[in-house]
């Protein structure tokens, strides 16, 4: 398995432009979790999804994210307009029914300037 | 309010000697406890965890103690490598919530040769 697979990698974009990044979960797995990682709050969860549903999406800052998660193989996490104060590292994690452990994916280094 | 604190930033350790990270916890219906590393550029990955149900977990050199009554986790690495130095999560889990992990904010390990 080739485990969480997030894209892009990076990505530099300017203020006001919308962002949106993409997230693959692990095959069979039914928990999908949103985290954006910054050196002053440390790992947020910003929203985990259930069987594709949303569950929580308290973690989520403000109007301008929102997530989405069409089937059991795909979710995608938009920002629009976006702003310097965003910048930061999102990671995409996914664990299985009954797990306890989520596996990350290498995440996407977000740039707004 | 932080739930999953590490009051650590960081930790510096000789080559092997013990390494001795620390969490605590505000959230009494946590379940079920969590360390992950984090390599610069990676993904968080599992590393050990421990139920609630237990006061000890060991996996080779790795080993978590919990004390429920004073909300405190530690992670010891015994013998500490350089391979070891990377940021570590502590994470926490309440079961009643469908699995969504609350990370505290890491401590960064170097292991010194």
């Known amino acids: 398995d080739a485990g969480v697979i997030q894209s892009p990698r990076h990505e530099v974009t300017e203020m006001g432009q919308e962002v949106t990044l993409r997230c693959k979960p692990i095959s069979g797995h039914n928990s999908l979790f949103w985290y954006r990682q910054t050196m002053m709050r440390g790992l947020e969860l910003l929203i985990y999804?259930?069987?594709?549903?949303?569950?929580?999406d308290s973690g989520m800052p403000e109007d301008r994210f929102s997530a989405k998660m069409p089937n059991a193989s795909f979710s995608t996490l938009k920002i629009q307009p976006s702003e310097p104060r965003d910048s930061a590292v999102y990671f995409c994690?996914?664990?299985?029914?009954?797990?306890?452990?989520?596996?990350f994916g290498q995440g996407t280094r977000l740039t707004v300037v | 309010d932080q739930q999953v604190k590490q009051n650590s930033p960081s930790l510096s350790v000789q080559e092997g000697r013990i390494s001795i990270l620390n969490c605590d916890y505000t959230n009494s219906m946590f379940d079920y406890f969590l360390w992950y590393k984090k390599y610069p550029a990676e993904g968080p990955t599992f590393l050990i965890s421990?139920?609630?149900?237990?006061d000890k977990n060991e996996d080779g050199r790795f080993t978590v103690f919990l004390n429920k009554s004073a909300k405190h986790l530690s992670l010891h690495i015994v013998p500490s490598q350089p391979g070891d130095s990377a940021v570590y999560f502590c994470?926490?889990?309440?079961?009643?919530?469908?699995?969504?992990?609350?990370f505290g904010k890491g401590t960064k390990l170097s292991v010194k040769p």
């Open positions: 994690a996914s664990s299985g029914v009954g797990g306890t452990e989520a596996f």
């Open positions: 999804f259930n069987n594709n549903v949303p569950i929580d």
């Open positions: 421990i139920s609630s149900i237990k």
């Open positions: 994470a926490a889990k309440d079961g009643g919530s469908q699995g969504n992990l609350i």
